[in-house]
């Protein structure tokens, strides 16, 4: 069901400076830069081989990532894995049991297709399934 690592999405307080935190530090250039305004996040992409670390900035406090870092700082938000079949990948943890926060694929950046698992199902870890678009470029979102 899982074809690799995609991203790991870090939420931080100050979307610039940890920017230049990763390039001043770990010697990292950006990949991409997209804001989604559907998860109220402004993301920056970095690829490590053939994945990604995700610095995502909160558009507002009343945004998912804005309320995470309030409950709980900047730091780990998610996993995200690589999927061929989205819809198919979340039918099979349906019926597993697994508990979804999106029982439907919905656009994620770059032109993918995401789904969130709910942390109650996958050992407290929040998980992002990520479909690369038709044509197969990776993304990340």
């Known amino acids: 069901?899982?074809?690799?690592?995609?991203?790991?999405?870090?939420?931080?307080?100050?979307?610039?400076?940890?920017v230049e935190h990763h390039r001043r530090v770990l010697g990292l250039e950006p990949a991409h830069r997209e804001v989604v305004e559907s998860q109220g996040v402004e993301e920056v992409l970095f690829a490590v081989g053939d994945a990604y670390v995700q610095l995502l900035g909160a558009l507002g406090p009343d945004t998912p990532v804005g309320r995470f870092l309030e409950r709980r700082g900047p730091g780990l938000h998610h996993v995200a894995y690589?999927?061929?079949?989205?819809?198919?990948?979340?039918?099979?943890?349906?019926?597993?049991?697994?508990?979804?926060?999106?029982?439907?694929?919905?656009?994620?950046?770059?032109?993918?297709?995401i789904a969130f698992v709910h942390p109650r199902g996958t050992g407290g870890v929040l998980v992002e399934l990520v479909e690369a678009p038709s044509g197969g470029a990776d993304g990340a979102s």
Request: net charge negative; hydrophobic share 40%.
């Open 1 to 18: 069901m899982f074809t690799a690592i995609d991203h790991v999405g870090i939420a931080v307080a100050d979307l610039e400076a940890a």
């Open 82 to 113: 690589r999927v061929e079949d989205l819809a198919g990948a979340l039918e099979r943890l349906r019926e597993g049991g697994v508990p979804l926060i999106d029982e439907e694929p919905r656009p994620g950046s770059r032109g993918t297709r």
